[in-house]
């Protein structure tokens, strides 16, 4: 009788102090500096980028990046009813980034990555509510797209 329960007690004790962590959860151990900086495309999407890498900017840790970021945003029409009107959307925005790690003892090349995020939506009749829900979506893809950079450069 005893030994059903200490088996599974030393089971669920191993598991739970295995050190597992999802990948996205914490940015904390990115030790990086963005010691210089340009972003050109969509004006909501790069105050949102601009935004979450501010903590990056001059932080003073060794591995140095020069970043450029080009984003852009795209609503395509991917469904039209009988008459014509657009149903669904799908709303793409694209996030190429160009960075170079500052080195001083080597000469760095410039490195260029593009990441994609894309989410297809239905629309809806009332305007207002159409805007609102849109600038939530790119607000939630922008930010995604922005953890996918820091993860990136943290790893390089």
Do not use: W
């Not at 005893?2 to 191993?14: D, G, M, R, T």
């Not at 900017?57 to 140095?64: A, G, P, S, Y």
Request: aromatic share 12%; hydrophobic share 35%; proline share 1%.
């Amino acid at each position: 009788m005893l030994k059903k329960f200490i088996f599974p007690f030393f089971l669920v004790l191993f598991f739970s102090s295995c050190g597992y962590t999802p990948i996205y959860l914490d940015s904390s151990e990115a030790y990086f500096e963005i010691s210089s900086f340009k972003i050109k495309g969509n004006s909501q999407v790069n105050s949102i980028v601009k935004n979450k890498l501010k903590k990056y900017f001059n932080n003073n840790h060794q591995k140095k990046y020069e970043v450029e970021i080009l984003t852009n945003y795209k609503k395509e029409s991917v469904a039209k009813d009988a008459t014509g009107n657009t149903t669904n959307f799908k709303m793409i925005i694209d996030l190429d980034l160009n960075y170079m790690e500052i080195d001083t003892a080597q000469k760095s090349q410039i490195k260029n990555i593009l990441f994609s995020e894309e989410l297809i939506i239905k629309r809806n009749q009332n305007n207002y509510e159409q805007n609102n829900y849109e600038k939530i979506i790119i607000k939630n893809m922008t930010e995604i797209l922005t953890k996918k950079i820091i993860t990136h450069l943290s790893r390089s």
